[in-house]
């Protein structure tokens, strides 16, 4: 099975915007690698700071950013024994 997942994400001197830690209580967001990008849709992400909501601590940071167009490509494949 494979699933294509096409958007923009937020890049700033080769790192992207998405969370930097998942512990299951909190998700801090800031730059990472390519795997833990944010994918957003490019029809309501228009800027870096779309992605962030109103007066979101983050805007400052998302403004040194540029969008990236994206094409992710996941394949899952089962096997049974």
Do not use: Q
């Not at 958007?7 to 915007?17: A, H, L, M, R």
């Amino acid at each position: 099975m494979e699933t294509i997942l096409k958007g923009v994400v937020i890049e700033y001197n080769g790192k992207y915007w998405g969370i930097t830690r998942n512990d299951g209580h909190f998700k801090p967001e800031g730059w990472t690698d390519i795997e833990n990008a944010g994918i957003h849709d490019p029809k309501f992400c228009k800027k870096p700071i779309d992605a962030a909501y109103i007066d979101s601590p983050y805007i400052p940071e998302l403004e040194k950013g540029k969008l990236v167009n994206v094409t992710k490509t996941t394949i899952t494949t089962f096997k049974f024994d």
